[in-house]
């Protein structure tokens, strides 16, 4: 990319020293000292911090202000810079303390030139699928563009502006989309609080049933199988099927029939258990996996859907989750539990009539979903191209009387070459 005028490409090694953070071990924290700083504290304020309450060289020490680097973590979510706001701290390990001049380099300008580069340094990057762990070396051979100082300035101030209103514009789309759910779990409370025989879900079935444990495969010359995947939205999906080979007394005993409901019984967020969907004719003759549970309705008077919609009110979930709710990381509710569930049965043309009147407000939500959803994409598109423009001097004017980057970049490296260097330690 051709620089704007006045700019340099500059090593992010030449502009900075780089402080890795103290290896802790768990022997070492107390309830009482200074924070540390671990990678999860830098974009969750609520989470946990470990504390050191014993005499800690200043090097790793860190102060409201200061500009740190992740370089190990998941992309997209705490990995790469962040300003610490906090309070005085320790710094942990896997995270670089950024040390620089703040008279020649714009601390929000670097972190926001430095996180521009993540694509670049997740290439570069070692570790598995999902985790990325990035090398001091690589990290200080990473290019940055440098403007002048006054730039930097002017481009870190519009961009303040601009990402306030983008961010304003994401809060009241998520303050939107939370009044959305609360109508629609209103009105699922309002149409079920119709009158009706009080049964339980047990006394509808005609058959309750666990899936298959059957290992699945892609091979789609086999039986395919229904998993969590294909029915968490609420509706069955078979953009992704799994397959396996079945006897003849398997497929006659786990086969979907049209009208068949399948219910989550097991999954690590609580939300999904009991999340539930009607089979139908596309799927009549599928299979379904072990951590879904078969509900076979009784009689042609028990209309699937009104089941369905059910199991999502507030009642129904309040049941569910509180039948489901485990320390242990995974949640269950296993097929007893989900017959022992009361569900008020009205006629089945009143079934129908609430059936109709939820789909249609389903339907009205899920629009106004996919609306907020175009309307966040936008958003996080603006602010990519507001980036793209900035490190193309394009987001502010370029003014011919400021100190040229390379003059900037000069005196910086002629700073750094006549500071002391660090005596390193002597091993015993």
Known sequence: MMLPKGWVEADIGELCNLVNGKAFKPSDWSKTGLPIIRIQNLNNSQAFYNYYDREIPDKFLVNK?????????????????????????????????????????????????INSTLHELIGKAHGGVGLAHVTKGNF????????????????????????????????????????????????????????????????????VRYGTAQKCSPDPTLTPVLRIPNIA?????????????????????????????????SNGSVDLVGQSAVADARVSGFLFAGYLIRIRLKNKDITPYFVHYWLRSSH????????????????????????????????????????SRITKACSHANRLETEAQRALALLDRLESSLL????RGELVPQNPNDEPASVLLDRIRAERAAAPKPRRKRKA
């Open 233 to 265: 939205s609420g509706k069955i999906d078979t953009s992704d099927l799994k397959h396996s080979k079945f006897t003849e007394k398997e497929i006659k005993k786990l086969s979907l029939c049209s009208g068949d409901l399948l219910i989550v019984r």
């Open 388 to 391: 793209a423009k900035a490190f």
């Open 65 to 113: 202000g200061d500009l740190l680097f992740a370089w190990s973590g998941t992309p997209g979510t705490s990995f790469g810079a962040h300003l610490w706001m906090g309070q005085k701290a320790i710094l942990n390990q896997h995270i670089f303390k950024i040390i620089f001049n703040e008279l020649s380099i714009d601390k929000n300008y670097f972190k926001i030139a």
């Open 316 to 355: 129904a979930r309040s049941l569910i989750n509180a039948a489901a709710k485990s320390t242990s990381g995974v949640n269950n509710i296993n097929s007893e539990q989900l017959k022992n569930l009361n569900i008020r049965l009205p006629g089945r043309l009143k079934q129908r009539e609430i059936v």
């Open 140 to 207: 200080e051979t990473t290019k940055l563009p440098l403007p002048p100082l006054a730039e930097q300035r002017r481009i870190v101030a519009k961009l303040d502006s601009l990402t306030a209103r983008i961010a304003r514009a994401r809060a009241e789309l998520k303050r939107v989309r939370a009044l959305q759910k609360q109508w629609l779990s209103k009105f699922f409370d309002t149409e079920f609080s119709c009158d009706g025989e009080l049964l339980t879900l047990g006394e509808l079935a005609e058959d």
